[in-house]
């Protein structure tokens, strides 16, 4: 908060290089003073703690320990922004445009027509409703979100004035002396000054997927690597620590990253700014028409003021009023779907984006892997055995039968203090919980799985005596009794690490026997300890031996701090390696990605080598891909000397990313294909996805821990773990993954893809039908005809009729494989193109003005109106004192007569665009294909089919319309006036998609596929 | 739908029986726009019908579909949350 409070004075400019800051490495020194500097610099007492004066003091100047809470958009910002935003600013000025005209109008006629004034409402009334609309499903998400929050208030134990006291966290301040234990959440940033076997959990800050041991010496330079600081909001798993606390609140390194991210500004959604592109075009063609006949008006002898109400006119005519809510309703729809399918949409507008993808940085830990490290491989018997990493153990099992396999497992589950947890039986032993080490917990899962239950060896083999882990001894070793109860000798199992194990061991374990170690058998383990290492697993080894009973007979009294027994000449018995292994989805996901032309690449806290491994396991880097490394090593030359194009994949350790410019990062994004992010910061993360951004991609960001949200909020679409993921993750993100599966992106993908393929069927299905709406008042002007058809009329089709079918579009299958094409170029595949335009309005509205007027002039010349008699009548026509004008065959017709007929006509040219519309639903299923090939198992289309039709009589023939609406009852005949130009359109579309294929490539492909 | 169709056709058949220009014009209107209400009335209903029978069909096909077939049933499932949630929607 004093944060805050420093920076509100300052300009923008200030903010701005604020931001910048935030983007550097983490400033913190403290690590590398002792800690005698560290107290005079925070005027603290190594075992007294502060004062609570000088507390109070730093509480005061510093404020509260507490993160700020990102700036929250108030909610009637929200709602404006739903109804000013995108599409709707098109209706709005439509709807400004018409009371403007009405305004015109009202003051210059007596009794002015109250059509644009009911337009100009209607307008309006749609864009609050669909902008309602919209508004509440957003908020739903967003009640989703609020449920993530835990408002659990943390707690600190300090010490202040010598005394241990606990305090609410935010009243932390720096200086404090602080104690914590497993479990706990450290309160602050920590500066170590002792522990006890302490370890954090990093995972959430650097993506590390192993606990990290924390002591009092600074062991690195990089304020996130060394050993002394412990950072606030990770956990502590294990052991106790003291610390100073060296920052607090939004300056510590957590607090830094959020205020990074909650700064970010995150540019245009990808369909926002198709929408936008759209709105282009269609105020184009409209202002085009609209000036070209307000000259045409001008030359023909119109008045000014008429002029620009037909101006006005021909501008709102263009609106396509029913889109708006079309696209909400399709998006809301895949929205529904993909959270169906575990995907959480949090902005409407995300739908689409993950579609567009071509890029997708994946964090490793938690997202591509289970984040819980298992027993991959295990050495025995000269002979790597692989055990099994899937999550619900389907995969391949191992040769158990050897005896050596026997004692290894008896070694690791002796050898092991890791225990589960009591209560747990009905759950499966993977998804049980475990106290303990994490590589203890695997092993003793693994053991369990494979030889049953642990607890039962253990209280066979009781243990007398045990030295744990250390990092001097770098082993752990216990002694237990053997399971023979007539055999006194002592078992003594170690475990560590290999290169230790081995030099305490004089045989090794074959087939069960012992035999001495060799040379021969050194070099067959170093192979088997590099290759296990090479994976990117950490690796253990196992030994054991039953000490002589003459020597230690029963009763033998061990001493373990001052070690009386042997623990040399052992018998080697194996190696176990264990890794966070990928999710079994993913490599699957990893190749549809592929497939689908979307770039994967890992961005990960992790090591390189693990990162590699982990990578080469999910295909992020194809088998048979080598890095520069790879190809050095295997042609035996330094690195410099090969040549970087040679490579396709690449494994970039985070300092290396420090000292590149950005033209190497561009060049590195350019031209590998699978690359690797290794050791990088949350900084860095962020400063890759600009960089994929830089080069024109739409990056897509997974990620879970708190490292990774200035990445997912920077992301074109940033997509968090629903349950693994932290807070501020799921705040950045614009998409949450429920179940955590990285496959269920796949699905976004297919989604977004497919809903951007309808999106452009609806819109083309929505905007032909506006050439017959515009082109009656079109002809009103330039041939004087009595007016085709009416404002009402329009409305009924465009919020009525063409409402169901242009969303039954977005039900539609898709016509190829999607995921087998490249990602859309932003550039040049557009949601709405020329086109797009020529045929919907240049080709297929046509044929439909055309049955629209055919059915028009057939009505009238039946009351009889020749058409040739109808030119310059209008005039007449409209005239309220003329009652007796003379039809063709001399008939006298009142005004009221003449009003019926005309309304009638309105009546049929809307019945006529209903039934052109008929064909142009079929035409608009499929782009490419025929309608034969696509079927017609979209049901939901059907049922648009009939319900226009079934809403075109109801609106004919409902008694009372004729006062409501102005419509009439049509004779039967008169509705198969279109049939034949809605059988010519079905017949000419066939044909151009028929060309279309026969030619890939060929001019009706250039010019007419959309 | 044997009973629908049955219906459509009866009306028919009422229909064009009264469609005897000899009669009133205001007859006339008052059959068209019952005909004409009817078949509106008619098409509505078998649009709904579609989608329902579509459920029911659906969730019957389901059944005996065999686990592996993941792809085909993934896109059945689509649809069918489709019919589900279009009823709201008009």
Same mark, same amino acid.
């Not at chain 1, 009637?76 to 305004?103: D, E, H």
């Not at chain 1, 305090?167 to 522990?195: F, H, M, Q, W």
């Not at chain 1, 600074?218 to 060296?246: K, W």
């Not at chain 1, 034969?932 to 009372?960: D, H």
């Given at each position: 908060?004093?944060?805050?409070?420093?920076?509100?004075?300052?300009?923008?400019?200030?903010?701005?290089?604020?931001?910048?800051?935030?983007?550097?490495?983490?400033?913190?020194?403290?690590?590398?003073?002792?800690?005698?500097?560290?107290?005079?610099?925070?005027?603290?007492?190594?075992?007294?703690?502060?004062?609570?004066?000088?507390?109070?003091?730093?509480?005061?100047?510093?404020?509260?320990?507490?993160?700020?809470?990102?700036?929250?958009?108030?909610?009637?910002?929200?709602?404006?922004?739903?109804?000013?935003?995108?599409?709707?600013?098109?209706?709005?000025?439509?709807?400004?445009?018409?009371?403007?005209?009405?305004?015109?109008?009202?003051?210059?006629?007596?009794?002015?027509?109250?059509?644009?004034?009911?337009?100009?409402?209607?307008?309006?009334?749609?864009?609050?409703?669909?902008?309602?609309?919209?508004?509440?499903?957003?908020?739903?998400?967003?009640?989703?979100?609020?449920?993530?929050?835990?408002?659990?208030?943390?707690?600190?134990?300090?010490?202040?004035?010598?005394?241990?006291?606990?305090?609410?966290?935010?009243?932390?301040?720096?200086?404090?002396?602080?104690?914590?234990?497993?479990?706990?959440?450290?309160?602050?940033?920590?500066?170590?000054?002792?522990?006890?076997?302490?370890?954090?959990?990093?995972?959430?800050?650097?993506?590390?997927?192993?606990?990290?041991?924390?002591?009092?010496?600074?062991?690195?330079?990089?304020?996130?690597?060394?050993?002394?600081?412990?950072?606030?909001?990770?956990?502590?798993?294990?052991?106790?620590?003291?610390?100073?606390?060296?920052?607090?609140?939004?300056?510590?390194?957590?607090?830094?990253?959020?205020?990074?991210?909650?700064?970010?500004?995150?540019?245009?959604?990808?369909?926002?700014?198709?929408?936008?592109?759209?709105?282009?075009?269609?105020?184009?063609?409209?202002?085009?028409?609209?000036?070209?006949?307000?000259?045409?008006?001008?030359?023909?002898?119109?008045?000014?003021?008429?002029?620009?109400?037909?101006?006005?006119?021909?501008?709102?005519?263009?609106?396509?009023?029913?889109?708006?809510?079309?696209?909400?309703?399709?998006?809301?729809?895949?929205?529904?779907?993909?959270?169906?399918?575990?995907?959480?949409?949090?902005?409407?507008?995300?739908?689409?984006?993950?579609?567009?993808?071509?890029?997708?940085?994946?964090?490793?830990?938690?997202?591509?892997?289970?984040?819980?490290?298992?027993?991959?491989?295990?050495?025995?018997?000269?002979?790597?055995?692989?055990?099994?990493?899937?999550?619900?153990?389907?995969?391949?099992?191992?040769?158990?039968?050897?005896?050596?396999?026997?004692?290894?497992?008896?070694?690791?589950?002796?050898?092991?203090?890791?225990?589960?947890?009591?209560?747990?039986?009905?759950?499966?032993?993977?998804?049980?919980?475990?106290?303990?080490?994490?590589?203890?917990?695997?092993?003793?899962?693994?053991?369990?799985?494979?030889?049953?239950?642990?607890?039962?060896?253990?209280?066979?083999?009781?243990?007398?005596?045990?030295?744990?882990?250390?990092?001097?001894?770098?082993?752990?070793?216990?002694?237990?009794?053997?399971?023979?109860?007539?055999?006194?000798?002592?078992?003594?199992?170690?475990?560590?690490?290999?290169?230790?194990?081995?030099?305490?061991?004089?045989?090794?374990?074959?087939?069960?026997?012992?035999?001495?170690?060799?040379?021969?058998?050194?070099?067959?383990?170093?192979?088997?300890?590099?290759?296990?290492?090479?994976?990117?697993?950490?690796?253990?080894?196992?030994?054991?031996?039953?000490?002589?009973?003459?020597?230690?007979?029963?009763?033998?009294?061990?001493?373990?701090?001052?070690?009386?027994?042997?623990?040399?000449?052992?018998?080697?018995?194996?190696?176990?390696?264990?890794?966070?292994?990928?999710?079994?989805?993913?490599?699957?996901?990893?190749?549809?990605?592929?497939?689908?032309?979307?770039?994967?690449?890992?961005?990960?806290?992790?090591?390189?080598?693990?990162?590699?491994?982990?990578?080469?396991?999910?295909?992020?880097?194809?088998?048979?891909?080598?890095?520069?490394?790879?190809?050095?090593?295997?042609?035996?030359?330094?690195?410099?000397?090969?040549?970087?194009?040679?490579?396709?994949?690449?494994?970039?350790?985070?300092?290396?990313?420090?000292?590149?410019?950005?033209?190497?990062?561009?060049?590195?994004?350019?031209?590998?294909?699978?690359?690797?992010?290794?050791?990088?910061?949350?900084?860095?993360?962020?400063?890759?996805?600009?960089?994929?951004?830089?080069?024109?991609?739409?990056?897509?960001?997974?990620?879970?821990?708190?490292?990774?949200?200035?990445?997912?909020?920077?992301?074109?679409?940033?997509?968090?773990?629903?349950?693994?993921?932290?807070?501020?993750?799921?705040?950045?993100?614009?998409?949450?993954?429920?179940?955590?599966?990285?496959?269920?992106?796949?699905?976004?993908?297919?989604?977004?893809?497919?809903?951007?393929?309808?999106?452009?069927?609806?819109?083309?299905?929505?905007?032909?039908?506006?050439?017959?709406?515009?082109?009656?008042?079109?002809?009103?002007?330039?041939?004087?005809?009595?007016?085709?058809?009416?404002?009402?009329?329009?409305?009924?089709?465009?919020?009525?009729?063409?409402?169901?079918?242009?969303?039954?579009?977005?039900?539609?299958?898709?016509?190829?494989?999607?995921?087998?094409?490249?990602?859309?170029?932003?550039?040049?595949?557009?949601?709405?193109?020329?086109?797009?335009?020529?045929?919907?309005?240049?080709?297929?509205?046509?044929?439909?003005?055309?049955?629209?007027?055919?059915?028009?002039?057939?009505?009238?010349?039946?009351?009889?109106?020749?058409?040739?008699?109808?030119?310059?009548?209008?005039?007449?026509?409209?005239?309220?004192?003329?009652?007796?004008?003379?039809?063709?065959?001399?008939?006298?017709?009142?005004?009221?007569?003449?009003?019926?007929?005309?309304?009638?006509?309105?009546?049929?040219?809307?019945?006529?665009?209903?039934?052109?519309?008929?064909?142009?639903?079929?035409?608009?299923?499929?782009?490419?294909?025929?309608?034969?090939?696509?079927?017609?198992?979209?049901?939901?289309?059907?049922?648009?089919?009939?319900?226009?039709?079934?809403?075109?009589?109801?609106?004919?023939?409902?008694?009372?319309?004729?006062?409501?609406?102005?419509?009439?009852?049509?004779?039967?005949?008169?509705?198969?006036?279109?049939?034949?130009?809605?059988?010519?359109?079905?017949?000419?579309?066939?044909?151009?998609?028929?060309?279309?294929?026969?030619?890939?490539?060929?001019?009706?492909?250039?010019?007419?596929?959309? | 739908?044997?009973? %629908? /169709? $049955? #219906?459509? +056709?009866?009306?028919?058949?009422?229909?064009?029986?009264?469609?005897?220009? !000899?009669?009133?014009?205001?007859?006339?209107?008052?059959?068209?726009?019952?005909?004409?209400?009817?078949?509106?009335?008619?098409?509505?209903?078998?649009? %709904? /019908? $579609? #989608?329902? +029978?579509?459920?029911?069909?659906?969730?019957?096909?389901?059944?005996?579909? !065999?686990?592996?077939?993941?792809?085909?049933?993934?896109?059945?499932?689509?649809?069918?949350?489709?019919?589900?949630?279009?009823?709201?929607?008009?």
């Amino acid at each position: 908060m004093g944060d805050k409070d420093d920076r509100s004075p300052k300009k923008k400019k200030g903010a701005t290089k604020d931001m910048d800051d935030l983007k550097k490495e983490v400033p913190i020194t403290e690590h590398k003073m002792s800690v005698e500097e560290v107290c005079r610099k925070f005027q603290t007492d190594v075992v007294q703690g502060l004062t609570n004066a000088k507390a109070a003091e730093f509480l005061l100047r510093d404020g509260p320990n507490a993160l700020t809470p990102p700036p929250t958009t108030p909610e009637w910002v929200k709602f404006c922004r739903q109804l000013f935003g995108g599409f709707s600013i098109l209706l709005w000025t439509g709807a400004i445009l018409c009371f403007l005209a009405y305004a015109i109008q009202a003051a210059t006629e007596d009794e002015p027509a109250g059509d644009n004034l009911y337009l100009g409402i209607v307008l309006t009334a749609v864009v609050v409703i669909t902008g309602c609309f919209s508004y509440f499903q957003e908020a739903k998400s967003s009640k989703i979100m609020e449920s993530f929050k835990n408002m659990v208030p943390q707690q600190a134990l300090v010490i202040r004035e010598g005394e241990k006291v606990q305090i609410n966290a935010e009243e932390v301040v720096a200086g404090d002396l602080i104690e914590v234990k497993g479990g706990d959440r450290i309160p602050a940033d920590i500066r170590v000054t002792s522990a006890h076997g302490c370890k954090v959990d990093n995972s959430s800050l650097t993506g590390e997927s192993e606990p990290q041991s924390r002591s009092p010496d600074c062991t690195h330079d990089n304020p996130l690597e060394t050993r002394n600081v412990a950072f606030f909001s990770t956990n502590c798993v294990e052991g106790t620590a003291r610390g100073i606390v060296i920052c607090t609140g939004d300056r510590t390194v957590m607090g830094r990253i959020a205020t990074l991210t909650s700064g970010l500004e995150t540019g245009k959604t990808p369909i926002a700014r198709e929408i936008e592109h759209f709105i282009h075009i269609i105020t184009g063609v409209a202002v085009f028409l609209g000036v070209t006949f307000f000259i045409l008006a001008i030359i023909l002898g119109y008045t000014w003021l008429e002029a620009v109400i037909f101006l006005i006119g021909i501008i709102v005519a263009n609106v396509p009023e029913g889109l708006l809510a079309t696209v909400t309703v399709c998006l809301t729809l895949t929205a529904k779907r993909m959270a169906k399918k575990n995907c959480l949409v949090k902005n409407l507008e995300a739908v689409e984006t993950l579609g567009s993808t071509s890029t997708i940085c994946s964090d490793k830990t938690g997202t591509l892997t289970q984040n819980r490290m298992t027993v991959a491989h295990m050495w025995f018997d000269n002979q790597i055995h692989e055990a099994d990493t899937t999550e619900d153990q389907s995969g391949a099992a191992f040769d158990k039968s050897s005896v050596t396999w026997l004692s290894l497992s008896r070694v690791a589950a002796l050898c092991n203090r890791a225990q589960f947890k009591a209560g747990q039986d009905s759950v499966s032993i993977l998804k049980r919980d475990v106290a303990g080490d994490a590589s203890e917990s695997a092993l003793l899962k693994c053991i369990e799985l494979s030889c049953g239950s642990v607890r039962m060896m253990r209280d066979k083999n009781k243990k007398v005596a045990e030295i744990p882990f250390n990092s001097t001894n770098k082993y752990q070793l216990s002694v237990h009794e053997t399971e023979d109860p007539n055999d006194n000798r002592y078992l003594l199992v170690m475990k560590g690490a290999p290169e230790r194990i081995l030099d305490r061991c004089s045989t090794i374990m074959l087939q069960g026997k012992e035999q001495p170690m060799d040379e021969e058998m050194k070099e067959a383990f170093q192979n088997a300890y590099m290759e296990l290492g090479g994976l990117g697993e950490r690796v253990l080894g196992f030994c054991h031996v039953l000490l002589p009973e003459d020597q230690y007979p029963k009763g033998f009294a061990f001493d373990t701090d001052d070690v009386n027994f042997q623990t040399d000449n052992l018998c080697f018995v194996g190696l176990i390696s264990m890794i966070d292994p990928p999710r079994a989805a993913v490599p699957d996901a990893v190749g549809k990605c592929r497939s689908a032309g979307i770039k994967v690449i890992m961005v990960t806290g992790d090591h390189p080598i693990t990162a590699k491994a982990i990578a080469k396991g999910v295909g992020i880097i194809s088998e048979g891909n080598e890095t520069v490394e790879d190809i050095a090593a295997r042609l035996n030359i330094p690195v410099s000397q090969v040549n970087p194009r040679d490579a396709k994949a690449c494994v970039i350790h985070g300092s290396d990313l420090k000292d590149l410019s950005q033209d190497q990062m561009d060049d590195i994004l350019r031209n590998h294909t699978e690359i690797v992010f290794a050791r990088t910061s949350p900084q860095q993360k962020l400063i890759i996805v600009e960089g994929c951004q830089r080069l024109g991609a739409i990056v897509a960001v997974t990620g879970d821990g708190v490292n990774d949200s200035p990445a997912l909020k920077k992301a074109d679409i940033g997509v968090a773990m629903g349950i693994s993921g932290s807070d501020v993750s799921k705040q950045a993100a614009d998409m949450i993954l429920l179940d955590d599966n990285f496959a269920s992106i796949v699905t976004g993908v297919e989604e977004g893809r497919l809903i951007f393929d309808n999106l452009k069927k609806s819109i083309a299905y929505t905007l032909t039908s506006n050439i017959p709406e515009i082109t009656p008042f079109l002809f009103f002007i330039i041939v004087n005809i009595p007016l085709p058809l009416g404002t009402i009329t329009i409305l009924c089709i465009d919020l009525g009729t063409d409402m169901v079918p242009a969303i039954s579009l977005a039900y539609e299958a898709a016509e190829s494989d999607i995921m087998k094409r490249q990602p859309r170029n932003p550039a040049r595949d557009k949601l709405v193109n020329e086109r797009l335009i020529s045929i919907a309005y240049g080709q297929i509205g046509m044929i439909q003005a055309l049955g629209g007027f055919f059915a028009y002039f057939v009505i009238l010349a039946e009351n009889g109106f020749l058409p040739s008699q109808l030119v310059g009548i209008r005039l007449n026509w409209d005239d309220r004192s003329l009652n007796d004008l003379e039809d063709s065959y001399g008939q006298q017709w009142t005004y009221e007569q003449r009003k019926i007929v005309e309304f009638t006509c309105h009546t049929a040219f809307f019945v006529s665009i209903v039934v052109v519309q008929w064909a142009d639903l079929i035409i608009c299923k499929t782009r490419r294909n025929s309608v034969f090939q696509q079927g017609m198992k979209n049901k939901i289309l059907i049922f648009g089919l009939f319900e226009e039709t079934a809403l075109a009589a109801f609106l004919s023939y409902c008694p009372g319309m004729d006062v409501a609406l102005r419509m009439y009852p049509l004779k039967p005949t008169w509705w198969f006036c279109a049939f034949p130009y809605s059988f010519l359109i079905f017949v000419y579309d066939e044909a151009r998609k028929l060309i279309l294929r026969r030619n890939p490539g060929g001019w009706v492909e250039k010019e007419t596929y959309y | 739908m044997e009973t %629908i /169709l $049955l #219906i459509v +056709s009866s009306l028919l058949v009422y229909m064009t029986g009264k469609y005897n220009p !000899a009669h009133a014009t205001h007859t006339y209107y008052e059959t068209l726009r019952i005909g004409g209400l009817a078949f509106a009335v008619v098409l509505f209903t078998l649009g %709904i /019908l $579609l #989608i329902l +029978s579509r459920r029911c069909r659906c969730g019957i096909k389901q059944k005996p579909r !065999a686990p592996g077939d993941e792809e085909a049933q993934e896109e059945n499932l689509i649809v069918s949350k489709a019919a589900k949630e279009t009823p709201p929607e008009n």
